[in-house]
């Protein structure tokens, strides 16, 4: 016995399957913010490999040069905005290891 929504995603993937029609691309500014997504996932990933918090700085730093576009704080806002479960953002008191270096950061 199927359940509903597993019949139902069954017969989509069958459907798309024939659809002779090809995806339609994404508009230029979606495309580019997947292309910023994708950077801050690989970002992010390295941060955890190497047992880093992930702060905006960093983030910023890396997306920036992995996609050779500005990446900021609206990127990000964006990034939640259009898929709201992949992170979860949290404000926190960054300190340096240098003396009056250290700032608060929210990201």
């Known amino acids: 016995v199927e359940r509903p929504a597993a019949a139902a995603a069954a017969a989509a993937a069958t459907t798309a399957a024939r659809s002779p029609l090809p995806p339609l691309p ?3 500014h979606y495309a580019l913010l997947e292309r910023k997504f994708n950077a801050l996932e690989e ?4 941060q955890r490999i190497r ?4 702060t905006l700085a960093r983030a910023v730093a ?3 040069q992995a996609s050779r576009r500005a ?3 609206d990127d990000l ?3 939640v905005f259009v898929f709201p479960e992949a992170y979860e953002l949290k404000c ?4 340096d290891s240098m003396p009056g270096s ?3 950061t929210c990201g």
Do not use: E
């Open 26 to 28: 994404l508009p230029p």
């Open 43 to 46: 970002a992010m990933s390295f």
């Open 51 to 54: 047992s880093q918090t992930c």
């Open 62 to 64: 890396a997306v920036a």
């Open 71 to 73: 990446f900021s704080r």
């Open 77 to 79: 806002a964006r990034i």
């Open 92 to 95: 926190a008191v960054v300190h």
């Open 102 to 104: 250290g700032s608060g």
